[in-house]
T-cell receptor
Framework: SQTIHQWPATLVQPVGSPLSLECTVEGTSNPNLYWYRQAAGRGLQLLFYSVGIGQISSEVPQNLSASRPQDRQFILSSKKLLLSDSGFYLC?????????????FGPGTRLTVL | DAKTTQPNSMESNEEEPVHLPCNHSTISGTDYIHWYRQLPSQGPEYVIHGLTSNVNNRMASLAIAEDRKSSTLILHRATLRDAAVYYCILRDRRMIGAGSYQLTFGKGTKLSVIP
């Protein structure tokens, strides 16, 4: 069966520090991968998606970047965190090439920038 | 992209049925209706989806209006574990990759279940 892992579960970082959040998927090959952010009291905002190794699409201009160095690994990064980067970060995957696009979400990382 | 409208919040008593409404008046003929839910401090999970006909699975039922401009997610017997934010989503029309589409999550309906 497929599983998705995210770490760390929680993170407190000072403004201006770097960030690296990791997501890995097991039990499937060549998935679509997604990074979402959920600010307090708001809906999910899609940040990045990837349809293959090294292929990253950004949905919103921002302080963050994403990379996919391996088929089932998706990394969210920042060189210098802002206060507005605080939120609940969710990684998700879906089966490529299907129009139904059911997405499977990880447990999330709660980031607090102070 | 097609939009959905949901009430911000609803309450239900435990053991009673819950009907969560969703309006999607600009739905196109090829848009699937998806429902996800998000329990506190967790990632969203898939609940059910449909196109034209009503659908049932182990979690819920989905009733779709004949004109497809609205739908209702039905939880037959609410339990405390059903307290969550429920999202009604239409598949985006923009394609990503080979035949896959994005899902745009709104604010959803926060369901509270009263013991």
């Amino acid at each position: 069966s497929q599983t998705i892992h995210q770490w760390p579960a929680t993170l407190v970082q000072p403004v201006g520090s770097p960030l690296s959040l990791e997501c890995t998927v097991e039990g499937t090959s060549n998935p679509n991968l997604y990074w979402y952010r959920q600010a307090a009291g708001r809906g999910l905002q899609l940040l990045f998606y990837s349809v293959g190794i090294g292929q990253i699409s950004s949905e919103v201009p921002q302080n963050l970047s994403a990379s996919r160095p391996q088929d089932r690994q998706f990394i969210l990064s920042s060189k210098k965190l802002l206060l507005s980067d605080s939120g609940f970060y969710l990684c998700a995957w879906s089966v490529i090439g299907t129009s139904l696009n059911e997405q499977f979400f990880g447990p999330g990382t709660r980031l607090t920038v102070l | 992209d097609a939009k959905t409208t949901q009430p911000n919040s609803m309450e239900s008593n435990e053991e009673e049925p819950v009907h969560l409404p969703c309006n999607h008046s600009t739905i196109s003929g090829t848009d699937y209706i998806h429902w996800y839910r998000q329990l506190p401090s967790q990632g969203p999970e898939y609940v059910i989806h449909g196109l034209t006909s009503n659908v049932n699975n182990r979690m819920a039922s989905l009733a779709i209006a004949e004109d497809r401009k609205s739908s209702t997610l039905i939880l037959h017997r609410a339990t405390l574990r059903d307290a969550a934010v429920y999202y009604c989503i239409l598949r985006d029309r923009r394609m990503i990759g080979a035949g896959s589409y994005q899902l745009t999550f709104g604010k959803g309906t926060k369901l509270s279940v009263i013991p």
